[in-house]
């Protein structure tokens, strides 16, 4: 287990969805988040304190957090001679980056001379088969997204907590090292090789009782041609009974690919229902999750009703409005 609470340090992060790890844990784990870690120039704010490394500490926090997510997964030069303070100061430290604690000298001396650990979660704990597409028992719902990080990790643990609240037998399955950090457990699905990606989903969403629904974070999207194979592996390898929609309305075009626009929500739903009968002819789409944070609520609702009619599904902002209606979705699959 990772110590907490925790201290997110967000670097020098360009934007808010650069820090979407710390984000993520802020708005499901606050009590994990005593306070932030900002370089100069950090465009995100949790809206947490501000603590220097010795005030987070002699506050009680025990592992700073690496809570950016940038395009490659690295760690910057720029953050070292922190994250090497940090160990000095009593840290441990967790990291969901591609770019792996345990292959940097400094951190690695630094742990070693402090009596400090390093947190790899972007790191397979196993080995995983390859998929056999077998029918398992139980049932599961994905997100998928029109872009990355447009909320479907939100939209799955929304859906988890309606359910909880319900008394259904549910459980988020994370697939990214922000769900991990979040749940403590998980498959970080863009860091296994990828025969094995579609074989490690069905391994996380193993037989279950016929009335249990896995709730199985997305990731990237089909449409995006930097990540859609991992996201092709959680349509086949969670044989998923549901699908959910997810999008982000007021991008200009897609997450790192100024070229690309996203897709309309109904090129979404016919190309991820094709893709995903193929594992499990039964699957449907159920509904739309809006991430409608960057609108007013007014625009946000009225954006809604008018996809809610476009479309003949329910559309919800399910951490503004509760995934009630997305659960309700479900009944009868």
Sequence with gaps: MIPHPYLLFLGDAPDPLAAK?????????????????????????????????????????????????????????SWM???????????????????????????????ARTGRSLFDVRLPDRPYPIANGEKRSGKRCLAVGTDCSVGKMY?????????????????FRATGQ????????????????????????????????????????GQGSLFHV????????????????????????????MRGLPGYQLPSLEALRDTALQLAQVANPACKVVGISVNTSGMTAEEGDAYLAELEARMGLPAVDPFRQGAARLVDALDGI
Aim: proline share 5%; charged share 20%.
């Design 21 to 77: 790890v710390a984000q993520g844990i802020r708005d499901w784990r606050p009590d994990f988040a005593l306070g932030q870690l900002r370089l100069p120039g950090c465009k995100a704010d949790m809206r947490i304190p501000d603590m220097t490394l010795a005030e987070a500490h002699a506050a009680g926090a025990r592992t700073l957090v690496i809570g950016v997510a940038n395009r490659g997964g690295v760690i910057s030069e």
């Design 81 to 111: 001679s922190v994250l090497v303070e940090a160990l000095e100061t009593g840290f441990d430290i967790a990291s969901g980056l591609h770019t792996l604690l345990r292959d940097q000298p400094a951190l690695v001396e630094a742990a």
């Design 155 to 171: 939209t799955a643990l929304a859906m988890e907590k309606e359910m909880a609240a319900r008394g259904m037998k549910a459980s």
């Design 178 to 217: 922000t769900g991990i950090l979040i749940t403590g457990g998980g498959v970080p699905l863009d860091a296994v090789v990828a025969d094995f990606m579609a074989g490690s989903i069905e391994a996380l969403t193993p037989d279950n009782d016929a009335d249990h629904w896995d709730l199985i974070e």
């Design 226 to 253: 930097s990540y859609s194979g991992v996201t092709l592996a959680l349509v086949h390898g969670g044989q998923p009974d549901a699908l959910v929609l997810c999008h982000e309305p007021t991008r200009a075009h």
